[in-house]
């Protein structure tokens, strides 16, 4: 009883505010999880000659959104947790003992992701019947796309036992060092071998796509389309191995040059901690990743022969459709990431922030700062993503095909659609802040 | 890494001309139910230190705030003389207009200090000249003449976390002083401190402040903190209860200001 009495009365004195975006970021994740995988389900259960052509495409796009899904996750688990650290640290100093803060923790984190995950369910039950209005096939996906009530079940529970197991993972500082909790540990710094071993894996995996032919030989397609999906996860792997130290290097030129305060501070913000600011970019740039991949498909299917029949001009425009679904989810993925990890940034500085106001720095310039240390490192991570993913398929479709117009358009579309988005969350994300010019806590 | 040949010393400080600096005449503020000033008069002179005590509740942070241009009085009269210029009616004033004062004529030291932490404290210090449009160059510079004053020479380029508290809230007393600020207003400067590091700290804020002739005014629960100041003022319930001197020189000074009405 003690503990949830604990729990029960942290809950009154915890922060409205940051209890709010950690739910409604639980609820984001639970609600793109139910309809991502709804549609996987429902390509699952079609039959037919052309139906294991896409289950294979629905598993790719599957796996390739793993990636965006997981970081909101876990950025909405950081959320939360940071929300809990100030809260534990007090709770260990005045004497509890180590399973009651244990306790709390875990029941703090389970309870704030359920009511996240209950609000998901209710609002991919309000998004299904529209994105059941896509086509595949020549219909509406319409009511293929509702998991059994099990498999929801299932993927809710998930959420919570993620959001439990994660607040546990950062308890042990708490329980050591309670003091030591608000301390700012200096960043590992991004070492080079990393970039070693992305070089490697980028020109292993493009020396791999030559073979593509002797593989399919012995092989036969399935051979050919397991070795590209490896050489491309390979490239996401590279791409989150060379990301931090990118942006350290960005961050190290960009903090010489800055004449600007807000471009000075943006940069000592990328630089203070590359890892930090990749996991914010890190979801656009996979998708920047996909954008290519998917681009040069769609401008592949789009060239069916004449002689094609119904069948396969059909699969063709599925193609297309898919990828702009993928994109679009992973996109949507991207920007619910900003908006939990920006909303927490300015949660996090708001008595920075307000002292920065008292002193007459006028607020645009935390805004500003905020925002040029997520945009910048944005597009230079979208380059390198799409340059890293053109590079790989190049042995693969030659040049020509990635230079269609199709490919082109849609990189160009998603990228330029996603930086307009992640910039109106990092916008809306400082309306969290009350703001103002006050004298903090102390008189 | 900035040239770090000795400092420039501060300014010798003008003999006190005991010019009013601030003038807050009849402020009353009130916050729903509860009544943080209830008719406050109280004047800070160019050149002086005055201390603000009093229980929580009492309303030092209110008058600290209202005297600082953060919050406008229900009613009453804040007026700043700065040197060389005419009052201007800090109450009166539009929000953009005491954002302007506070960035140019005041400066503000916190409890916690509040320095931004991914930046070097040379950055911290040159930070509100870099607001003012002094181009990085010559704010960093000037930064670090101001370290060097605080006994801060060869940290320039340590991280606020890589320093102590006794440090950070140099660098904090560095960065309210490096725009000339005429009054510095601050706020348990040495709450945070244990009792050696809040006398060198004291110094510091001191010297650089009243030290070059220009005013102090803290609010703080510690006496000793108090007595180094010229003036304290004492608040109850929203009203100024006591005023002390620190010298009875200053007493009879005041008394006689008083009577010959030139305050």
Redo the contacts between chains.
């Keep these: 009883m003690t503990v949830i009495r604990l729990t029960w009365l942290l809950r009154r004195a915890t922060d409205k505010r940051a209890a709010l975006i950690g739910a409604g970021a639980y609820a984001l994740v639970t609600a793109l999880l139910l309809i991502t995988l709804g549609g996987g389900w429902a390509f699952m259960q079609w039959q037919g000659e052309e139906a294991p052509m896409y289950q294979m495409l629905a598993t790719l796009a599957l796996i390739l959104l793993v990636v965006p899904l997981a970081y909101l996750g876990a950025a909405a688990a950081r959320l939360s947790a940071r929300a809990q650290d100030r809260r534990l640290s007090t709770l260990r100093l005045v004497g509890a003992t180590g399973p009651q803060v244990g306790g709390v923790t875990v029941l703090g984190a389970a309870s704030e992701a359920l009511v996240g995950v209950l609000g998901g369910a209710v609002l991919a039950a309000a998004a299904t019947p529209l994105v059941g209005l896509i086509h595949f096939r020549g219909e509406a996906l319409g009511a293929q796309l509702w998991l059994p009530w099990w498999l929801q079940a299932l993927v809710m529970l998930a959420v919570v036992v993620l959001a439990g197991v994660s607040a546990m993972g950062g308890l042990r500082r708490v329980l050591v060092t309670p003091l030591g909790v608000r ?2 540990q ?1 960043a590992k710094v991004p070492s080079w071998l990393r970039v070693v071993v992305a070089l490697g894996l980028v020109v292993g995996g493009s020396s791999a796509m030559t073979m593509n032919g002797a593989v399919g030989e012995a092989f036969g397609t399935a051979g050919m389309v397991v070795m590209v999906l490896g050489v491309l996860l390979g490239g996401l792997v590279a791409l989150n191995a060379i990301g931090p130290w990118v942006l350290r290097v960005w961050g190290n030129g960009r903090v010489r040059r ?4 807000q471009a ?2 943006a940069a ?2 990328v ?2 901690d590359p890892a930090a600011t990749w996991r914010q970019v890190s979801g656009a740039a996979m998708a920047g990743f996909v954008a290519v991949v998917g681009g040069v498909g769609a401008a592949m299917m789009s060239q069916v022969s004449p002689e094609a029949t119904p069948a396969e001009a059909l699969m063709a425009a599925d193609v297309l459709t898919g990828v702009v679904v993928t994109l679009v989810i992973a996109f949507v993925g991207v920007v619910c990431t900003t908006l939990v990890a920006q909303a927490a940034t300015v949660l996090d500085r708001e ?2 922030t307000g ?1 920065l ?6 607020a645009a ?1 935390s805004t500003q700062a905020r925002v040029g240390a997520l945009m910048r490192p944005l597009i230079i991570v979208l380059l390198l993503a799409i340059v890293s993913s053109a590079a790989l398929l190049f042995p693969l479709v030659g040049m020509a095909m990635i230079m269609q117009p199709l490919t082109v358009a849609i990189v160009a579309g998603v990228c330029a659609g996603g930086v307009l988005a992640v910039r109106g969350a990092t916008s809306l994300a400082g309306r969290v802040s009350q703001g103002g ?4 806590a ?2 | 890494m900035q040239n770090l040949a000795a400092p420039a010393p501060l300014p010798t400080p003008p003999h006190r001309t005991h010019a009013t600096r601030i003038s807050a005449r009849a402020l009353t503020k009130a916050f729903g139910p509860t009544r943080a000033l209830a008719g406050v008069d109280v004047g800070v002179e160019a050149g002086e230190a005055l201390a603000i005590m009093g229980p929580s509740g009492s309303g030092k942070s209110t008058l600290l705030l209202t005297l600082a241009g953060i919050e406008r009085p229900d009613s009453g009269q804040v007026m700043y003389s700065p040197a060389g210029s005419a009052p201007v009616d800090v109450a009166a004033m539009p929000d953009r207009g005491r954002s302007e004062l506070r960035r140019t004529d005041f400066g503000f030291v916190f409890q916690q200090g509040l320095l931004i932490p991914e930046l070097t404290a040379i950055e911290n210090v040159a930070l509100p000249l870099m607001v003012l449009g002094i181009p990085r160059q010559a704010a960093e510079a000037e930064a670090a003449q101001w370290l060097g004053r605080m006994g801060l020479a060869g940290m320039e380029q340590r991280r606020i976390g890589e320093l102590s508290g006794g440090q950070a809230q140099r660098v904090a007393i560095a960065r309210a002083q490096v725009g000339g600020a005429s009054v510095t207003f601050a706020d348990e400067p040495t709450g945070a401190l244990d009792r050696k590091t809040s006398s060198e700290v004291m110094d510091v804020l001191l010297a650089s402040t009243v030290g070059r002739g220009a005013s102090l005014v803290v609010v703080t629960h510690d006496a000793t903190v108090a007595a180094r100041c010229d003036r304290t003022l004492t608040m109850e319930d929203g009203r100024i209860s006591h005023q002390f001197f620190r010298t009875q020189a200053a007493a009879a000074q005041a008394a006689a200001a008083q009577a010959g009405g030139t305050r």
């Design positions: 301390t700012r200096v800055a004449s600007t305060p000075l501070l000592r913000t630089l203070d008595e920075l002292a106001e008292t002193m007459g720095v006028p310039f010019a006050r004298i903090p102390g008189v």
